[in-house]
């Protein structure tokens, strides 16, 4: 089998690395460049875009912002799984959001917002405070605006106004209310084509400056897990969907909220590369490949950090007990998603002191995150 995946970054990268024990091969396609390339190497494939999509099995995707040219020439063959529907509804607020209505999966309740009538519309429906967000092309919580006070509203609405006047006539806004919770957990899991689904235990989500820091998974509470295992299903079959998808809740006293979806493998789900049998990547890739999906049992307590413009860690990391090292050969920026650690241990307590033992060998850009995440162990 082949596989062609759109975007040539991590994602790609890890799934060609999950791949390979199958005997599956991949290709990744630089949507940027346009240049077709080999995903762990990045080196150029002479291969045209259109040679990619006649050579492979199966296209899928690493990214929901996939230009519209690009995604219908794989649309169009036939070969795309998850299908464009789901791709789409990963990449425009709009189309999610109405997606969520339909599968009545419970989600922040919103406003559509084109003007300064519709401005004025959802203060009026939804009340203060607001979380305004881009349609399309957010991401690490990039193109949000949040309004507390009547008092700023006029001032928030300049700055919308200015970025939809500089934005194509597809943007919008998307109002929604906030949702005063008390932690964001996410869910991974994977449908294959004969609409079989297994989800990973949920995962904790610490972010710093909106930027997922780390991930924590107990697979201790099974009410919630039920929870969310429901409106994973329900999200999942709605698109009729193929691969590994992710959704993004609220947990507000107990009870889940859907903020939203990403119809890929997720960031919150890299410590399944070794909190499990079978990663998020190797599910992806059975799932779309048409294979029986491989177990999403927690093996152990787990977690990962993320490694946000940094290109080195001590060695003695190394030498630290079921600590895995993921670098993502990237050129380093600040912030930059440049690679990330995986944490598993016993029980609770052994993954506390095995974190705190890693965080001091770990730059100090990581160190927010994991103390958010030791006040939370202990
Ligand atoms: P990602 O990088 O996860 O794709 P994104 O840019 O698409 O992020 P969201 O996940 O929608 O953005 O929002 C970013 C963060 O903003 C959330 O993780 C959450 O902390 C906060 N947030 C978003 N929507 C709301 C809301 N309705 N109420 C309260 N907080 C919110
Ligand atoms: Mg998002
Ligand atoms: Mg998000």
Redo the contacts with the bound molecule.
Sequence with gaps: MKVLVLGSGQLARMMCLAAEPLNIRTLAYDVNQDLVVHPITQLPVDMSYADAISAVDVITAEFEHIPAPILSLAEQSGKLKPGANAIQAGGDRRIEKALLGQAKVNN?KHHLVSDEASFNQAITELGLPI?F?TAKE?????G?WRLKEAAQAQAVWQQMASVLASSDKSQAIVA????P?QR?VSMIGARNAQGEIKTYPLTENH?EN?VLSVSLALGENDVLQQQADQMFTAIAQALDYVGVLAV?FFDLNGELLV??I?PRVHNSGHWTQQGCYSSQFENHIRAVCGLPLGDTQLIQPSLMVNLLGEAEVDNQVFALPSVGVHWYNKENKPGRKMGHINVSAADKATLTSKLSQLKNLLPISTHQGIEAVLVKLT
Excluded at 138 to 142: E, H, L, V
Excluded at 176 to 179: I, K, N, P, R, Y
């Design positions: 922040a979380v967000k957010g991401y690490d919580g990039k949000q929604e209310q906030f949702v919770f964001e972010h909106g993004e903020n939203e990403a």
